[in-house]
């Protein structure tokens, strides 16, 4: 009963529970402490790298492809990067999404870990909250990933031509490592949490029951916010995003435009060698957090909204739909997806400047049809939090 939780005057930390495991209560800690270390050496370390490459053709008189780095850079000298070439908005939201917003929420995962606490509710929505919002972190990968796509390019030089590309490097994987662990490590202790708290079912829910019960207005418009969102995301994946347009010394390139689906597929050539499984990586990566997590998501939350299990099961699916939404990144990528595009003229008269300005010119466009995936994460996002509200009150503070 939730009530009787408030009435306690303190919890004691989990940390010093002694009805946790003495594993989980260090391990935890010391798990957290260690994806702190590899997030502060994944952010110094080699992040990103942006390349060029003269090919002579068949008629040149040197033979040797000459590589040339254009720009290196960590994650945090990225954002000097980014500033000093004018991208000045994409630099401010790349500081607060993945440079301050990890570390505050590992130190805020340790906080809730190893502190007292006054009110149980308060605690988890505290953790729900770093759950949720935890994605976010993930900006700065959805930004490099479409960077990389748009900025891979074959410019003609009049004989020989200029490869250009822009390659992962250790700091990006480990970062990208760092963020998954981390979300990760708060599923841990919102479990644990909850399990502390609650305890287990008590006899009013052992029956079979679901959690949209009986019919009713809300429970209608949980459905229809659920239905439509899906559809409209997934259609909105299919379809164009932005539109990139550029010019290669005196030819004119025709437009591309870039669903959610291209950006991923053409991951595979953005690289210099089309078997890299750096480019696999990325793929993998970029599918799993733009479209098998909003599935997974979607699947969960219709399994909790419709299906009759008992409540014990329920407890379960509600814990699993809460982590695929934890990692459903379809707002990461909308808002995201708007600041890298926006920026990506700036950024690219900065990059290729060579004294050849004209040899290579990148302009970028939002489509109206980006409306479409936005529309989608939004319904998406309101039925997630409908029915997790409705799925927690009937499974944890009614049992």
Not at 228 to 246: E, H, K, P
Request: aromatic content about 12%; hydrophobic content about 50%.
């Amino acid at each position: 009963d939730e009530e009787g939780l408030e009435e306690e005057k303190k919890f004691p930390a989990h940390f010093r529970n002694e009805s946790v495991s003495v594993y989980w209560r260090y391990g935890i800690v010391i798990y957290l402490l260690a994806v702190l270390s590899l997030l502060l050496t994944s952010d110094i370390g080699s992040g990103v790298v942006a390349l060029t490459k003269v090919v002579p053709s068949a008629n040149d008189n040197f033979t040797k492809a000459r590589e040339q780095v254009l720009l290196e850079a960590s994650v945090f000298t990225s954002v000097k990067e980014l500033w000093n070439l004018g991208s000045y908005g994409l630099a401010i939201l790349i500081v607060v999404t993945s440079i301050m917003w990890p570390y505050v929420k590992l130190l805020l995962s340790l906080y809730a870990w190893m502190w007292p606490f006054r009110t149980a509710r308060g605690r988890e929505r505290l953790l729900v909250l770093l759950d949720v919002l935890g994605k976010w972190s993930f900006v700065d990968v959805v930004v490099f990933i479409e960077i990389m796509v748009v900025f891979r390019a074959t410019i003609p030089l009049g004989g020989p031509t200029l490869e250009v590309w822009i390659a992962p490097r250790w700091g990006f994987f480990g970062f990208v490592a760092a963020t998954m662990l981390s979300l990760i490590g708060t599923h841990a202790i919102l479990f644990h949490h909850r399990r502390i708290v609650y305890g287990t079912i008590t006899s009013n829910l052992q029956g079979l029951q679901n959690i949209a019960g009986i019919t009713t207005i809300r429970t209608l418009l949980m459905s229809f916010l659920l239905l439509a969102g899906a559809g409209i995301y997934f259609a909105g994946c299919c379809i164009g995003m932005f539109r990139i347009l550029n010019s290669r010394g005196n030819l004119e390139i025709a437009p591309v435009d870039y669903s959610l689906i291209d950006v991923g597929r053409d991951l595979s050539d953005a690289g210099q060698h089309p078997d890299d499984r750096a480019q696999t990586w990325l793929q993998i990566i970029w599918f799993t957090l733009a479209m098998a997590a909003p599935i997974g998501s979607f699947i969960l939350f219709a399994v909790l909204l419709w299906a009759p299990w008992k409540g014990a099961a329920l407890r379960k699916i509600l814990f699993l739909a809460e982590i695929s939404f934890a990692w459903n990144c379809a707002e990461v990528v909308f808002v995201s997806t708007i600041f890298a595009v926006l920026e990506v003229p700036t950024f690219g008269e900065g990059l290729i400047d060579s004294g050849c300005d004209t040899c290579y010119s990148v302009d970028s466009k939002l489509l109206n049809e980006l409306a479409v995936l936005g529309v989608g994460t939004l319904l998406s996002v309101l039925a997630n939090a409908l029915i997790f509200q409705r799925a927690h009150q009937s499974l944890y503070c009614n049992s």
